[in-house]
């Protein structure tokens, strides 16, 4: 990825990596694969000391991500990250439901949570929050200028059925929430289920959504732009398995494989986008 003066910074979901293994060991793993840092939740008092230790051993950094239900406080967790040390927090905000004024108070507040704390804040566009809509979520953006999202488009792909070649209207509104990201998460479908398997995904479907991720990081001024391979297990209802339960791929080698992308320009795209389209 390149075109913009943003440094590129990649992290790897701590959820990618089994949760029955120690701590220090699924760090030394994503610091091993060359990962720049993990995402994880913000760590609460009870697990901040260790979790600091295990990430100074590694020599990762961290970004935060959270999930915030319609009534629940939102400075812990800015309090809970600025204390870890993470360079960041994204989160899924509830409300959908909620009419415009309620959402504009709540992104006003987490703005002035922001600033506050002095840490990037990245609202995350994911489905059953407030950004489930693509219309509803560019009016979001453009009555609050200061506000930057995270973009998980595969989201809004499966919600949409969006297989490649897109539909000009459907590319274009998501290239516009693209130019306000400041994280994207990396995570790819074919248009049917949240998350697939790399080598489920087509050239031209994975043309699509490179696509998206260079324009966020062309359009991004920020001093850093964040890319984060939230591959998530079938635990958590991502990863898909066969009749037996048994996962399909392996998201820990994806997660490398989108790595790789990333750092080489995410020009893993034959045949590409444009040239699906007949361009």
């Not at 987490?110 to 009016?139: C, K, M, N, V």
Request: glycine residues 8%.
């Amino acid at each position: 990825m390149s075109g913009s003066a943003s440094a590129l910074r990649v992290h790897c979901s701590l959820l990618t990596l089994a949760a029955e293994a120690p701590l220090p060991t699924r760090l030394r793993l994503i610091a091993e694969a060359g990962f720049d840092g993990v995402q994880a939740v913000p760590p609460d008092a009870h697990t901040r000391a260790g979790f600091a230790e295990a990430l100074a051993e590694s020599g990762l950094e961290a970004s935060g991500c959270c999930h915030l239900a319609e009534d629940d406080p939102a400075e812990p967790l800015f309090e809970r990250a600025a204390e870890a040390a993470m360079t960041s927090l994204n989160a899924q905000v509830d409300g959908y439901w909620r009419d415009d004024d309620w959402q504009d108070a709540r992104v006003a507040q987490l703005l002035d949570l922001s600033r506050q704390y002095g840490l990037p804040f990245f609202l995350e566009t994911h489905r059953h929050r407030i950004t489930q809509d693509i219309r509803r979520t560019i009016a979001l953006v453009e009555r609050h200028p200061a506000l930057a999202l995270c973009g998980d488009f595969s989201h809004y792909t499966v919600m949409s059925e969006l297989r490649a070649p897109w539909p000009d209207e459907w590319r274009e509104a998501l290239h516009k929430l693209a130019r306000r990201c400041g994280e994207i998460h990396t995570r790819l479908n074919d248009g049917q289920r949240v998350q697939a398997p790399l080598p489920l995904v087509g050239a031209a479907q994975r043309g699509e959504f490179f696509d998206l991720w260079h324009t966020a990081h062309a359009a991004w001024t920020g001093p850093r732009f964040l890319v984060t391979t939230e591959l998530l297990p079938a635990s958590l209802g991502y990863d898909p398995t066969d009749l037996r339960g048994r996962p399909i791929g392996d998201i820990w080698a994806d997660s490398r494989s989108l790595l790789a992308a990333v750092r080489g320009g995410l020009r893993d795209r034959l045949p590409n986008a444009a040239a699906a389209r007949g361009q």
